[in-house]
């Protein structure tokens, strides 16, 4: 699989979009951005997944560029309960699913 | 509500004395994973399993055996434990055989202290 980088951490406002930038620039054809966050020393959560169109749920949005070399998870209103390590991941398509999580960026909600 | 569930939450032991934590799962799950957490070296697979009688190792298995006798199952066994495996374990599950692209579940963590 694929390594990312991400910086070690952002802050934004309460009520302001937070994007959080990933870089993957050696993902191959058949691999997935992935989304985890882990809120304190809670098990991580599940946040969005995306091949190569932007994708969109309850929570988040994903945007992967045309090249696929970068991503950017949008979170669209930040809130205080939003404040956790984000881990953007990439995965493959092989039988075991493993995780390989690095070391994330920590997002801080400011009031 | 859809949860892995984990047991004990916070075990404090001594060294050698056999111990299992628990997972279950509640969501007809066919993969199951066991991971581990420590500063600096992020999560690491310990075990994983795509079915039931179906395990194998991941990245970091020395120490640690596991089974899966049921599918909602998946308990961790550290038949020696060591003061090296104290940790952070979380199990997690997900639906497919782990081909597919399915999102995993992670249960609240066990915080192991091996004395």
């Known amino acids: 699989d694929a390594k990312t980088t991400q910086p070690p951490s952002m802050d934004c406002a309460e009520g302001r979009a937070a994007n959080l930038p990933c870089n993957h620039s050696t993902i191959s054809g058949n691999e997935y951005v992935y989304w985890y966050r882990q809120i304190h020393s809670q098990g991580p959560q599940y946040i969005i997944h995306?091949?190569?169109n932007n994708e969109t749920n309850e929570m988040a949005s994903l945007i992967i560029t045309e090249d696929r070399k970068s991503s950017t998870l949008i979170l669209p209103h930040a809130t205080l309960r939003d404040t956790a390590v984000y881990y953007c991941?990439?995965?493959?398509?092989?039988?075991?699913?493993?995780?390989?999580f690095g070391k994330g960026i920590t997002l801080s909600v400011r009031p | 509500e859809a949860q892995v569930t984990q047991n004990p939450r916070y075990l404090i032991t001594v060294t050698g004395k056999k111990l299992t934590v628990t997972c279950s799962q509640n969501?007809?799950?066919?993969?199951m994973s066991w991971y581990r957490q420590d500063p600096g070296l992020g999560l690491r697979q310990i075990y994983y399993s795509m079915n039931v009688e179906v395990t194998d190792k991941g990245d970091v298995p020395e120490g640690y055996k596991v089974s899966r006798k049921e599918k909602r199952n998946f308990p961790l066994i550290l038949e020696s434990p060591s003061p090296n495996q104290t940790s952070l374990y979380f199990c997690?599950?997900?639906?497919?055989?782990?081909?597919?692209?399915?999102?995993?579940?992670f249960g609240d963590g066990t915080r192991l202290s091996i004395l």
């Open positions: 991941i990439v995965r493959g398509t092989g039988a075991n699913s493993k995780l390989t």
């Open positions: 997690a599950s997900s639906s497919g055989q782990g081909g597919l692209h399915q999102p995993q579940h």
């Open positions: 995306g091949l190569k």
């Open positions: 969501m007809n799950h066919e993969y």
